[in-house]
Nanobody
């Protein structure tokens, strides 16, 4: 089992920044990497960014490239999503997830552990 706890969401004006954190506990060694997904009202949950525990290789959705940066602190089993240049369309609940099946971090399949989500609201 892997437990995930997100924090750092909130309300910010367009152009502002937020940093989300996700602390993993339990059998974290069983996960290949960590991902962030988001879900806006009435929309499907979509991939945002991901990182491998080994090597810190990162992946980003095209919609956030150049604005979001993902990093990991292996010693603390924590991943950080720095979000800059936020836009109203970034408004969503953001979920942290642990990938335990497969190695393709961009797809939702294989993310078997999820956090409770943190709300990010960007006002125009």
């Amino acid at each position: 089992q892997v437990q995930l706890v997100e924090s750092g969401g909130g309300l910010v004006q367009a152009g502002g920044s937020l940093r989300l954190s996700c602390i993993a506990s339990g059998r974290t060694f069983s996960s290949y990497g960590m991902g962030w997904f988001r879900q806006a009202p009435g929309k499907e949950r979509e991939f945002v960014a991901a990182i491998t525990w080994n090597g810190g290789i990162t992946y980003y959705a095209d919609s956030v490239k150049g604005r979001f940066a993902l990093s990991a602190d292996n010693a603390k089993s924590t991943v950080y999503l720095q979000m800059n240049g936020l836009k109203p369309e970034d408004t969503a609940v953001y979920y942290c997830a642990a990938k335990t099946l497969g190695v393709n971090l961009v797809v939702r399949y294989g993310y078997n552990y999820w956090g409770q989500g943190t709300q990010v609201t960007v006002s125009s």
